[in-house]
Nanobody, 124 residues
């Protein structure tokens, strides 16, 4: 079965860090661009950051620049989202998605596989 599975979400205090993982089963991620998206309660899903299939290109939403980074470990067939200096406004369900294109974008169009999401809550 082809699927993406996110993990690593949880409750963290403002200023804290979390690392989310996105693992693929049934296909290899190194042929796909990967995007991380989030959806807060009552808001639309938004693209947070993405990485090209080669790993040579990344795009960050302005709201997370300097705080979030994305990386991929093709040997583990996993992509990571490192989130530092978390803020309450980062609270959302986070999703990873895979796009068979070489490049990536922060828009949802083109992402063929989606995970079920992992919840991140930033609160004191």
């Amino acid at each position: 079965q082809l699927q993406l599975v996110e993990s690593g979400g949880g409750l963290v205090q403002p200023g804290g860090s979390l690392r989310l993982s996105c693992a693929a089963t049934g296909f290899t991620l190194d042929s796909y661009a990967i995007g991380w998206f989030r959806q807060a309660p009552g808001k639309e899903r938004e693209g947070v950051l993405c990485i090209s299939s080669s790993g040579g290109s990344t795009i960050y939403a302005d709201s997370v620049k300097g705080r979030f980074t994305i990386s991929r470990d093709n040997a583990k067939n996993t992509v990571y989202l490192q989130m530092n200096s978390l803020k309450p406004e980062d609270t959302a369900d986070y999703y990873c998605a895979a796009d068979p294109s070489v490049g990536c974008s922060l828009g949802p169009i083109g992402y063929y596989y989606w995970g079920q999401g992992t919840q991140v809550t930033v609160s004191s």
